[in-house]
């Protein structure tokens, strides 16, 4: 019997030592790649977390469902403008003479097992898409996660929104209904304001005159191909760094500049992840089952002699169309030739503004002069002046929106267009004014209140009443860890340019660029830009007695 069982444990031991297949492909791989060490360093690397990460997951992954339905849609539809009769199943178009890019665009929406829920999903991923990069960026930049050695990626997303703008516009454009048409001939005219070169710019990118034959074409591989594939490289290029650099952390306590506190990688983050697209991918589904969007077959085929009424742009581009509606409508005519200042102006301002975002970083750094590594966010209230920047565009945009928009107001809430546009014109140059400063403000309160709570502590609520009768509110003390999360931010002086005249008392020259530079270091991070954090013997004044 102890024979049989030596003889087993033998064999047993036997089999454990012998490696399996699998364990000899990776050996084998190992033995070329190095996938071992690689996996050792990276793969338990930590991570911080936070709610507000998700925001970039969600742009990620809002992408991968763009491809995915993307593909899907590709072997369907037929980007030709050559004009057909419609024989199909929607049956209020039958007999309509329509191009082949609207025809194939009503079939995948009604013949295709699955194409309109497909179709929606699609444009709704793209909303989603465009909006999380927004957000995300701008939860990057209320923070100052965008400091070194994050500038690149900064780029990078600011790059992913432009094309995502893009690609938007070219992706709703193809299938030649009267909405999108409307946005074309919109654009067209856009690009005809250009002096000197707007008309051979036009000509170039339609193919002669609107609307053309060969723009669905030309627009089909840029929409399918070209854009998607530099999106896909920068999608990389920024996972890359994000993983290389780590997520930026939240102040706290045990967080500074070298230590991170989270999770590893594999396999609680991963993990995380994984379920997070199935739920973006589930919510989107969701709203292309029950929420209907872009119904071509509502709006019928293009005409240039018909416009939809009620004709909007998606959101993204209310901006720039906001633009062009209030401004007013100039026109020169010189030497033979007609300037659009009324169009060309605005036009032109639409991709400064989003040029000043995307240079902020770089724009922030000159004027600090830091150099140093962040990877410790800031608190919005500590950095007013960004803060109310960032306020300030936000505000800008939502009322250019409803310039862009300002027939559908009218409609809806029973007003004069003239109105609501000669509101839009001057709450241009208002609204972003006083957002800016009443969130300075705000930010500049609460960090008064801040400094309060550190030095007297949280209102309990409780009264009570001192022995020679005065009534008193008792404050409970912070945590350490509360203290140091109120108090870790750095107040820096700002940058200045020194005295006029040297030690020797001669006169030092200042070059025009370095005044530029101090003046704005003291308008967004002087004394009146912060309330000066408690020292640490303010603290221990008022706590080491019986104070109240």
């Known amino acids: 019997m102890d024979g049989a069982r030596s003889g ?8 454990r030592e012998a490696p399996g297949k699998g364990e000899k492909i990776a050996v084998w791989a190992d033995g070329r790649l190095g996938i071992f060490a690689l996996a050792k360093a990276n793969m338990r690397k930590v991570f911080p977390d936070h709610w ?5 997951e969600v742009c990620l992954y809002s992408f991968l469902i763009l491809i995915l339905t993307g593909v899907y849609l590709t072997l369907f539809f ?22 082949r890019a609207y025809e194939s665009t009503l079939d995948i929406s009604f013949d295709v097992r699955g194409g309109l829920l497909i179709r929606q999903i699609h444009h709704w991923a793209a909303l989603v898409f465009v909006t999380g990069m927004l957000v995300h960026m701008m939860r990057v930049f209320f923070t100052g996660a965008f400091r070194k050695p994050r500038e690149l990626n900064w780029v990078f997303g600011w790059t992913l929104l432009m094309l995502g703008i893009i690609t938007g516009l070219t992706g709703y454009s193809l299938p030649d209904d009267l909405l999108s048409g409307t946005g074309l001939r919109f654009a067209h005219g856009a690009i005809l304001s250009i002096p000197v070169v707007g008309t051979y710019v036009a000509f170039f990118l339609f193919g002669g005159e609107f609307p053309g034959e060969d723009f669905i074409a030309r627009l089909y591989p840029i929409h399918i191909l070209l854009l998607p594939g530099i999106m896909l490289g920068l999608v990389v290029a920024h996972l890359i760094l994000v993983f290389y650099h780590k997520h930026t952390q939240y102040p706290g306590p045990g967080r500074d500049q070298k230590t991170v506190v989270g999770m590893p990688f594999l396999p609680v983050y991963m993990a995380k992840a994984g379920g997070f697209f199935f739920l973006v991918f589930g919510v989107l589904t969701v709203m292309g089952g029950i929420a209907s969007i872009n119904p071509v077959w509502a709006f019928g085929p293009y005409r240039p002699d018909m416009v939809t009424t009620g004709a909007q742009p998606d959101w993204y581009l209310g901006f720039s169309e906001g633009l062009i509606r209030v401004m007013p409508g100039w026109e020169i005519n010189a030497w033979g030739h007609t300037l ?13 503004i989003l040029l000043a975002i995307g240079l902020y970083p770089f724009l922030e750094a000159w004027i600090t002069g830091d150099k140093r590594e962040h990877h410790i966010l800031d608190r919005p209230r500590n950095m007013p002046v960004r803060t109310g920047l960032g306020a300030a565009w936000l505000s800008l945009y939502a009322v250019l929106l409803i310039g862009g928009g300002n027939d559908i107001v009218a409609t809806h809430l029973h007003l ?5 546009t000669w509101f839009v014109r001057i709450a241009v140059f208002v609204v972003p004014v006083v957002t800016f ?18 030095l007297h502590g949280r209102e309990t609520g409780t009264i009570k009443r001192l022995p020679h009768g005065e009534f008193i509110e008792v404050h409970e003390p912070l945590s350490q860890a509360q203290l140091f999360t109120l108090t870790q931010h750095e107040q820096p002086p700002p940058y200045e340019t020194g005295p006029r005249v040297d030690a020797n008392g001669v006169r ?36 080491s007695g019986d104070h109240h």
């Open 8 to 15: 087993n444990d033998r064999a047993g031991a036997a089999r």
């Open 52 to 56: 507000s990460f998700m925001l970039g």
């Open 78 to 99: 037929d980007p030709s403008t050559s004009e057909v009769v419609y024989h199909g199943s929607y049956e209020p178009l039958n007999g309509v003479l329509m191009t």
């Open 340 to 352: 659009e200042p009324g169009v060309f102006i605005p036009f032109s301002l639409f991709p400064l």
């Open 416 to 420: 004069s267009i003239n109105v609501i």
């Open 437 to 454: 400063l009443v969130t300075k403000r705000v930010c500049l309160g609460l960090q008064r209140r801040d400094r309060n709570k550190v």
């Open 508 to 543: 030092r020259r200042i070059a025009p660029s370095q005044r530029v530079r101090a003046r704005l270091a003291q308008a967004m991070f002087g004394p009146r830009t912060r309330i000066a954090k408690p020292t640490v013997e303010e603290y221990r004044e008022l706590t």
